[in-house]
């Protein structure tokens, strides 16, 4: 994924900077570049990878993360609808789930939202880790393995 560079300084910080770049991260940095404010989200990793997750999302997430510029629909997704609990004797339980919700891996739905993000505006920086974050003179002065940048506000995600 190409990583757009445009450092940020004293007399031009960025609106908000989001630090780290998993779900609450990107959907929040998509949501607040929709509100008009300028983005910097940094990921210490390089989309995609993966992440240890069951690969279960609750299907009351569906059209938020629609909303959020994901085809769902056009993914083919695996539907979840039951629960199943196996002991090591063999005995088993099973139950239906109210909602259910359907299949996917870290790994493609954060380097979507990624790409999401970026398309909407959203400067992303992957591969940079941020190592200190300090308030002074008004502003966040966050201090990462890419560079020095100033924000008004910092998300920590
Ligand atoms: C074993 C396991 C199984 C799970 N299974 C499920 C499941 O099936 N369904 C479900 O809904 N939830 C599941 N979860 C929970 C789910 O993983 C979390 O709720 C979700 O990842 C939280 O998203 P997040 O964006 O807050 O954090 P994360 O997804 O953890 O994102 C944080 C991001 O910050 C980055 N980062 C960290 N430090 C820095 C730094 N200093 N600088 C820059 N970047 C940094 C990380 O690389 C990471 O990408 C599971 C969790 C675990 C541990």
């Not at 979840?80 to 063999?90: D, M, Q, T, Y």
Request: charge should be negative; aromatic fraction near 10%; include cysteine.
């Amino acid at each position: 994924m190409n990583v757009e560079r445009s450092e940020s300084n004293n007399a031009n910080p960025y609106d908000v900077a989001i630090a780290g770049g998993g779900l609450a991260g990107l959907a929040l940095s998509i949501q607040l570049v929709r509100e008009g404010y300028s983005v910097a989200l940094f990921e210490k990793e390089t989309y995609p990878f993966h992440k240890v997750c069951g690969e279960y999302i609750s299907m009351e997430s569906w059209e938020f993360l629609e909303e959020l510029g994901q085809p769902l629909n056009d993914w083919n997704l695996p539907i979840i609808r039951k629960v199943l609990i196996s002991a090591p004797n063999g005995a088993s339980i099973e139950q239906e789930l109210p909602l259910g919700g359907f299949g996917i891996s870290r790994h493609k739905i954060d380097a979507a939202l990624a790409v999401f993000a970026q398309t909407s505006g959203v400067v992303l920086y992957e591969a940079t880790k941020v190592m200190d974050i300090a308030f002074e003179k008004s502003l966040f002065h966050i201090q990462t393995s890419a560079g020095n940048f100033q924000a008004k506000v910092i998300c920590g995600t």
